[in-house]
């Protein structure tokens, strides 16, 4: 359960609205105008809402207008980019549940086109929103998921520790909330990917929120990081699982018979190296695929739909074989 409340959410139908601990100059800081401009007229100055759309939720009418905000204290601009008709998803309506995706950045993730391509396949009525979130305005920007209702999000780069600590969860890490009766509920699902990986031996590369999420669920790997123990030494290790942010150095020599789970996509120099010796890569963008359905399934409580989500990444169907060639632009860390 998380340490981080807000008041009851009113009836959107109701004439009133409940009072939120969350002001609307804290969303607006948090989130920009992403998710505090509805239809609305808005005292840039201050960052109130003069007028919202009733029953909208907060945060569509931007995603579909494709705004794009420049705001600071040398004044706040908006430049709109396209029309609306053009970018609206289909059958978005005031009853749209959101899930958002908090990160420092979020431009290049593949998460809200995987998770939207899931929704609809479910013939649910769910959106999935990039949010992008200074690490200084995490808190607040959490607090915000709460009094938007949201129904829940993901969390990448560079959050997943901090993230961890506000919401007072069980794991050193989390990178999935839903909300609940004006709770979260933190947990992790970066590491659904080792379902069915042998890891008797196991290496884990790196220091950040994935690489801890892999620790706790490893307790017994070697960890290799800059900050502690260099070069790594992957010898007599059956899984290595590179956490890093590195692409274009070659941080472990593997050899045939070892698996390499390589968060980052798209491939990273690493991972074709260990493919070209022999070595089973499993690639970003499968273990995107297995953290984002695991996800889909804490928010939902039914299955992921599997196949729109790998149509989505443009991966492969399953095969026999482990290798896979997938494509794709991704946040530095890999996973989200």
Request: hydrophobic fraction near 45%; proline fraction near 8%.
């Amino acid at each position: 359960m998380a340490s981080i409340t807000s008041s009851p959410r009113a009836n959107p139908s109701s004439s009133g609205r409940s009072a939120s601990s969350v002001t609307d100059a804290d969303l607006w800081r948090a989130f920009g105008a992403f998710v505090t401009f509805a239809f609305a007229s808005r005292d840039w100055s201050s960052g109130n809402v003069v007028h919202r759309e009733p029953g909208v939720p907060l945060g569509v009418v931007l995603h579909l207008l494709r705004f794009e905000v420049v705001a600071g204290e040398r004044g706040e601009h908006v430049a709109g980019r396209g029309d609306m008709n053009r970018h609206r998803p289909p059958d978005v309506s005031g009853a749209t549940r959101l899930v958002g995706l908090l990160g420092w950045p979020v431009e290049q993730s593949l998460s809200p086109r995987m998770h939207n391509a899931a929704f609809a396949a479910a013939g649910l009525d769910w959106l999935y929103v990039p949010l992008p979130t200074p690490p200084e305005e995490l808190e607040p920007a959490l607090a915000g998921l709460l009094a938007l209702g949201f129904a829940g999000a993901n969390i990448t780069a560079p959050h997943k520790l901090a993230a961890a600590r506000l919401c007072g969860a069980r794991t050193g890490s989390v990178n999935t909330i839903a909300l609940r009766d004006g709770q979260i509920q933190a947990s992790s699902t970066d590491t659904a990917i080792l379902d069915g990986l042998a890891a008797e031996h196991p290496v884990v590369l790196g220091d950040g929120g994935a690489a801890h999420a892999f620790l706790e669920a490893l307790p017994h790997a070697r960890r290799y990081s800059r900050r502690a123990a260099w070069p790594p030494d992957v010898r007599h290790a059956d899984l290595v699982v590179n956490a890093t942010s590195a692409r274009d150095e070659v941080l472990a020599d593997l050899e045939a018979g070892q698996i390499l789970v390589d968060l980052p996509y798209p491939e990273t120099a690493t991972a074709t190296a260990a493919r070209a010796a022999g070595a089973r890569v499993v690639p970003g963008l499968e273990v995107l695929l297995a953290q984002g359905a695991a996800s889909f399934e804490i928010w939902i409580g039914k299955p992921a739909p599997l196949e729109a989500m790998r149509s989505a990444l443009g991966l492969p169907a399953p095969r026999t074989s482990p290798e896979h060639e997938p494509r794709g632009a991704s946040p530095a860390e890999g996973v989200l």
